[in-house]
């Protein structure tokens, strides 16, 4: 049987720059999962993480700790623990720390982004 169950402290995290970290729990690499991909990110207070978009994927988010603000096309929307976010293909995406804390939110993408397939 593969694995179901990933702790976070399994899993080393990627970091980035802007200074943040991204974590990638549920793939096809730690689990077998081919049609979805789920991980958590925790940016540093001040950072961010830069406007990009996912021209295929849908991209889901939970705000676990936090607050922030996500700007998507040219709206602005203020984020904190317990706010949900979907990001649709195509549209332009950033996410702001403007709290005190570490922001810590989980991400999930359907299909799974290409670096998180074997």
């Known amino acids: 049987m593969r694995k ?19 974590k ?13 991909s789920m991980g958590m990110n925790t940016t540093e207070v001040g950072s961010c993480i830069p406007l990009h978009c ?3 994927e849908e991209e889901a988010m939970f705000i676990i700790q936090g607050e ?16 949900a976010i979907y990001s649709p293909p195509g549209v332009k995406h950033t996410i702001i720390n403007t709290g005190d804390v570490p922001l810590k939110l989980v ?4 299909p799974p982004l290409k670096a998180h397939r074997k």
Request: proline content about 5%.
């Open 4 to 22: 179901v169950v990933v702790h976070e402290s399994e899993i080393a995290g990627e970091r980035r720059d802007p200074p943040r970290v991204s």
């Open 24 to 36: 990638i729990l549920i793939s096809e690499h730690t689990t077998g999962a081919t049609r979805i």
């Open 54 to 56: 996912h021209e295929d």
């Open 68 to 83: 922030g603000k996500l700007i998507m096309g040219d709206e602005e929307y203020p984020l904190k623990a317990g706010s």
């Open 107 to 110: 991400w999930a993408y359907a």
